[in-house]
Nanobody, 128 residues
Framework: VQLQASGGGSVQPGGSLRLSCAAS????????IGWFRQAPGKAREWVSC????????YVADSVKGRFTISRDTAKNTVHLRMNSLKSEDTAVYYC??????????????????????WGQGTLVTVSS
């Protein structure tokens, strides 16, 4: 399994970015892609996930109403649209793959344990 995250960059507060996660080198049709982020000196935080089987998705309360996750099953790609960005959204964003279904991060003691494969991360910087 290969996961390629892209779309990070620098943006001013209030701006928008769209992250993409392209998954490849596997044969199963249904899986979950999750997005996590890690700010300097902080633990990795679950942000959102989506199941490719039925599109069911969840987002963390900290980004609800601002971030939207979507899937393009034909391209094995998941997007994270981030609007109204704030300085506290600054972090390295990682996508990860779970062979199970998408569940809210709050259902896990450590949501990173649910994911089997990780991409390399893409940096998002929100600053004026």
């Amino acid at each position: 399994v290969q996961l390629q995250a892209s779309g990070g960059g620098s943006v001013q507060p209030g701006g928008s970015l769209r992250l993409s996660c392209a998954a490849s080198e596997f044969t199963l049709d249904y899986y979950t892609i999750g997005w996590f982020r890690q700010a300097p000196g902080k633990a990795r935080e679950w942000v959102s996930c989506i199941s490719t089987s039925d599109g069911s998705a969840y987002v963390a309360d900290s980004v609800k109403g601002r971030f939207t996750i979507s899937r393009d099953t034909a391209k094995n790609t998941v997007h994270l649209r981030m609007n109204s960005l704030k300085s506290e959204d600054t972090a390295v964003y990682y996508c990860a793959l779970d062979w199970g279904v998408c569940r809210p991060g709050s259902m896990y003691r450590d949501p990173t344990d649910a994911y089997d494969y990780w991409g390399q991360g893409t940096l998002v910087t929100v600053s004026s």
